[in-house]
T-cell receptor
Framework: EADIYQTPRYLVIGTGKKITLECSQTMGHDKMYWYQQDPGMELHLIHYSYGVNSTEKGDLSSESTVSRIRTEHFPLTLESARPSHTSQYLC???????????????FGPGTRLTVL | GDSVTQMEGPVTLSEEAFLTINCTYTATGYPSLFWYVQYPGEGLQLLLKATKADDKGSNKGFEATYRKETTSFHLEKGSVQVSDSAVYFCALSFYNQGGKLIFGQGTELSVKP
């Protein structure tokens, strides 16, 4: 079982607030990812990191930002939340080569964000 | 671009019925293929995977075979249980592209007693 944690699990906030979604993993994985899951269930990659001080934008444009100062920690920040940010956010990590040529990702339980 | 297409849900079955969830992909090259499952209120868990053509992934009674000729990776289970109720995602990745996953839209399965 993977050890990847997300806090908070649920968050309801007002428009304009700054928020940070936390993601931590204890597996020492180099790669970490943030996905946004819309109400229709589709998953979209919004940010990823290949290691400390490495961050890249994903396939779906997002107003959020990320940082990777420590291997185990990959927080996501919204400077000014809006109702359009209401979604579920899933964090994942992987270790290249752990399963040979494949690259299995391990997911956290998710943070369900509601912006009023 | 690369993409994954799954059969639309929701799929409703009776306990012990046979399950098939279709998945086809479009990709330049030969990706690795995955099935992930998401139980209510939880994150995704890897169900099974296959790395090359004709590989069969299997886990918990679920199976899927990597079919290069039809670019498909259909998920099957011979006898579903109520506990299999969840959302199932088909996905692909290329290891030389950092392992980023491209997901299908998900198929919700509901199994009734």
């Amino acid at each position: 079982e993977a050890d990847i944690y997300q806090t908070p699990r649920y968050l309801v906030i007002g428009t304009g607030k700054k928020i940070t979604l936390e993601c931590s993993q204890t597996m020492g994985h180099d790669k970490m990812y943030w996905y946004q899951q819309d109400p229709g269930m589709e998953l979209h990659l919004i940010h990823y990191s290949y290691g400390v001080n490495s961050t890249e934008k994903g396939d779906l444009s997002s107003e959020s930002t990320v940082s990777r100062i420590r291997t185990e920690h990959f927080p996501l920040t919204l400077e000014s939340a809006r109702p359009s940010h209401t979604s579920q956010y899933l964090c994942a990590s992987s270790e290249y080569g752990a399963d040979g040529p494949t690259d299995t990702q391990y997911f956290g339980p998710g943070t369900r964000l509601t912006v009023l | 671009g690369d993409s994954v297409t799954q059969m639309e849900g929701p799929v409703t079955l009776s306990e012990e019925a046979f399950l098939t969830i279709n998945c086809t992909y479009t990709a330049t090259g030969y990706p690795s293929l995955f099935w992930y499952v998401q139980y209510p209120g939880e994150g995704l868990q890897l169900l099974l995977k296959a790395t090359k053509a004709d590989d069969k992934g299997s886990n918990k009674g679920f199976e899927a075979t990597y079919r290069k000729e039809t670019t498909s990776f259909h998920l099957e289970k011979g006898s579903v249980q109520v506990s299999d109720s969840a959302v199932y995602f088909c996905a692909l990745s290329f290891y030389n592209q950092g392992g980023k996953l491209i997901f299908g839209q998900g198929t919700e399965l509901s199994v009734k007693p």
